[in-house]
């Protein structure tokens, strides 16, 4: 498999837990993206990586959200003392460069829930 | 406030005939637009783009237009496939967003055979 993969697929969680989405990828591709999807909403842009520059943070929602990306490839988002509000599709795209021009290819999202 | 608006939630096209889905947006800013393509349990998938300096981009099956005085874009399928059905997303970006697309909140359509 040459696209972006993404664990779990589905995540059912208590509120006031936390919980760790993982992102692979595609192999070569310097930038990263996190987005979410709420019910009937379009897509949120959340945080960007490109290569071994500062992350782009601008689309956290709160402090509770942090991502990471070690060694350039692989990314972990976290969301601490998770809320109701929460609940969303996450869904992380990967780009051969970080220009506006640059195909983001998706990956098929995680769907997290907050009971 | 959506700066890009997709007004139709839904559309159903008849085979071989067009579908035209439509996108608004509020910010004048707004240089380069997208569309993806989403079928259930994936990711979009990206469909063509248009930049400011034009007002047609044409992709086989695809083209999207840009009116920039209406702040206003369209991509038509011709003709409509069944495999076309999936919800499409407009997204627009502006030179000083950084990586920041603004996504529409998506139509859904449905091509019935």
């Known amino acids: 498999g040459a696209g972006v993969s993404q664990s779990p697929s589905n995540k059912v969680t208590e509120k006031g837990k936390d919980v760790e989405l993982r992102c692979d990828p595609i192999?070569?591709?310097?930038?990263l993206y996190w987005y979410r999807q709420s019910l009937g909403q379009g897509l949120e842009f959340l945080i960007y990586?490109?290569?071994?520059?500062?992350?782009?943070k601008s689309g956290l929602p709160s402090d509770r959200f942090s991502a990471e990306r070690t060694g350039g490839s692989v990314s972990t988002l976290t969301i601490q003392r998770t809320q109701q509000e929460d609940s969303a599709v996450y869904l992380c795209?990967?780009?051969?460069?970080?220009?506006?021009?640059?195909?983001?290819?998706f990956g098929p999202g995680t769907r997290l829930l907050v009971l | 406030d959506q700066q890009v608006k997709q007004n139709s939630p839904s559309l159903s096209v008849q085979e071989g005939r067009i579908s035209i889905l439509n996108c608004d947006y509020t910010?004048?800013?707004?240089?380069?637009f997208l569309w993806y393509k989403k079928y259930p349990a994936e990711g979009p998938t990206f469909l063509i783009s248009?930049?400011?300096?034009?007002d047609k981009n044409e992709d086989g099956r695809f083209t999207v237009f840009l009116n920039k005085s209406a702040k206003h874009l369209s991509l038509h399928i011709v003709p409509s496939q069944p495999g076309d059905s999936a919800v499409y997303f407009c997204?627009?970006?502006?030179?000083?967003?950084?990586?920041?697309?603004?996504f529409g909140p998506g139509t859904r359509l449905s091509v019935l055979p």
């Open positions: 795209a990967s780009s051969l460069g970080g220009g506006r021009g640059e195909t983001q290819y």
């Open positions: 192999s070569g591709h310097t930038a």
């Open positions: 990586f490109q290569g071994n520059s500062a992350p782009d």
């Open positions: 910010n004048s800013m707004f240089d380069y």
């Open positions: 248009i930049s400011s300096i034009k």
């Open positions: 997204a627009a970006s502006a030179w000083n967003y950084g990586q920041n697309f603004v």
